[in-house]
């Protein structure tokens, strides 16, 4: 069966109402490195200038000097936390592997080479996905719809995951056909029901 083939645009058109569909793009690495980036600079901004404050101040203006840094610093957890509890944030992996049965003559044993696209929920809330895809080079996605039948859409609870694979071989074809040839930089994408990407770190493939 062939996989079908989209712009990027229009996956993420169909599925959003606004017309930025850019704000769907969801990086976790990213999210979490900007919210530990502020703790990190709060920290030194602290330990760098709280000594030579305290220096030349009376105790009162020390103890409301504390109790502010306790505030800022008390302010930036709880916004990590409602951070933490309201955002989505579905990981992506993708690699290449093999699935498994019992050997002949009860099962298949090992299977040919795989693309293993793996979605993992390490948020704190409950996430409806509904697609899955590789993203190209050329800003198209390929999909195959009938791998996702029966398994998709799903909820992924909060600290589970949910593992899908292409044949190497099937997508090799399908890539070959759209004219792609030599080595390719591929993502896996999982879509939710509301629109937005969750995407994989570059992965190589041979065409």
């Not at 800003?139 to 292409?166: D, R």
């Not at 792609?180 to 930089?185: A, I, Q």
């Amino acid at each position: 069966m062939r996989a079908s083939y989209h712009r990027t645009e229009k996956v993420a058109s169909r599925n959003a109402s606004s017309p930025r569909d850019d704000r769907y793009e969801f990086d976790v690495d990213a999210e979490l490195s900007y919210y530990r980036h502020i703790e990190t600079t709060l920290q030194e901004v602290i330990n760098m200038t709280l000594p030579e404050i305290i220096s030349g101040m009376k105790p009162s203006e020390i103890i409301t000097a504390c109790v502010a840094v306790y505030g800022a610093i008390l302010a930036t957890y709880t916004q990590l936390k409602q951070w933490k509890q309201s955002t989505p944030r579905i990981r992506v992996r993708i690699s290449h592997g093999f699935t498994t049965s019992e050997p002949p003559p009860y099962g298949t044993g090992m299977s040919d080479p795989m693309i293993i696209l793996e979605a993992l929920n390490i948020g704190m809330r409950s996430i409806w996905l509904s697609s899955f895809y590789i993203g190209l080079p050329d800003k198209t996605v390929m999909i195959f719809p009938y791998l996702a039948q029966g398994k998709l859409p799903c909820e992924l609870p909060s600290e589970k995951s949910l593992t899908l694979w292409v044949g190497h071989k099937e997508a090799v074809q399908q890539l070959k056909a759209k004219g792609f040839t030599g080595k390719l930089k591929i993502r896996g994408i999982y879509g939710d029901q509301v629109g937005r990407r969750y995407k994989s770190k570059g992965f190589t493939i041979e065409v």
